[in-house]
């Protein structure tokens, strides 16, 4: 009983711990998002001047159109390749800015998953479960966002985990019934 609780102690810790870094990770998230959002809507608003230096650029040869193969989609190479140079690259910076969001969001569920263990005498409790699901069914769809192949193994992952979870809940509420 007494390695037992032993054991739940450390949990706790590491789970306290894991509170203090993922909020803040979800702080430096959120804030990095909206920097980044707001770098994308000023970008966007200065286009002018910005498609100007670009077109410069290009024409003293100094940037070359192979030199920016970090843009992804049609729509966006088309932009681009119109000379709208600003929007193309706010968009992008949007979009990172949103991503970092979603980091953010699935930050904020492991929390929960932590300061629930931090709180419970065990880790295996339906709230638990409940948070994991979140976050598990989160990372996956940023996984696959960026790799169709890796998402589905990780999501195999933690299915499988997910199950251990489920059953490690099972176990604890027939011990609890058993006391």
Same mark, same amino acid.
């Given at each position: 009983?007494? =390695?037992?609780?032993?054991?739940? =102690? *450390?949990?706790q *810790?590491?789970?306290?711990t ?13 804030? #990095? ?9 000023? #970008? ?10 670009? =077109? ?8 070359? #159109? ?20 600003a ?29 629930? #263990? ?11 479960? *409940?948070?994991? *699901? ?6 996956? @769809? ?5 790799? @169709? ?16 979870? =489920?059953y ?12």
């Amino acid at each position: 009983m007494k =390695e037992e609780k032993t054991i739940i =102690e *450390k949990i706790q *810790k590491t789970s306290n711990t894991g509170v203090i870094v993922t909020n803040i990770a979800k702080i430096f998230c959120i804030a #990095m998002s909206v920097i980044t959002i707001l770098a994308g809507i000023i #970008m966007v608003g200065a286009s002018n001047q910005i498609n100007r230096i670009f =077109e410069e650029l290009i024409a003293a040869g100094e940037l070359q #159109m192979n030199d920016l193969d970090f843009l992804e989609g049609t729509l966006m190479r088309n932009l681009f390749e119109q000379g709208d140079f600003a929007t193309t690259i706010g968009a992008e910076i949007i979009a990172m800015g949103a991503m970092l969001i979603c980091t953010a969001v699935l930050i904020h569920f492991v929390g929960k998953v932590f300061k629930e #263990m931090r709180e419970s005498y065990s880790p295996f409790q339906t709230s638990v479960i *409940k948070n994991l *699901k979140v976050v598990f069914v989160l990372a996956t @769809l940023l996984i696959v966002s960026s790799s @169709l192949g890796i998402g589905i193994i990780v999501a195999i992952a933690f299915w499988c985990v997910l199950h251990i979870f =489920e059953y490690g809940c099972e176990l604890q509420k027939q011990s609890d019934e058993t006391l």
